[in-house]
């Protein structure tokens, strides 16, 4: 399972992110997602860690807590649904 973590300061790294869920187990990956034309943090990221009791723990504990100025969100990511851009489906458009 994935970890989502949202309302993240724009000068959270991902090392800030691996110290932080580190206190709750091993991180497997951290997902740090970048603005396409910034270049700027889109203040949100994506934690894998390696059990799912270290997932539970760290989002029972960090839910709500302020980090860098910030109250975060942290709770299980949503599997991604279709229909985006990505999605590889052509968008329905009127002649």
Known sequence: MTIYVG?????ATEQDLREVFAEYGT????????????????????????????????????????WMGRQIRVNKAKPREGGGRDS?????RRS
Request: net charge negative; glycine share 6%.
């Open 88 to 92: 590889g489906q052509i968008p329905n």
């Open 27 to 66: 991180v497997s990956r951290v997902s740090l997602p970048t603005d396409r034309e910034t270049n700027r943090v889109r203040g949100f990221a994506f934690v894998d860690m390696s059990t799912e009791a270290e997932e539970d723990a760290a989002i029972a504990d960090l839910d709500g807590a302020e």
């Open 7 to 11: 309302n993240l300061s724009f000068s």
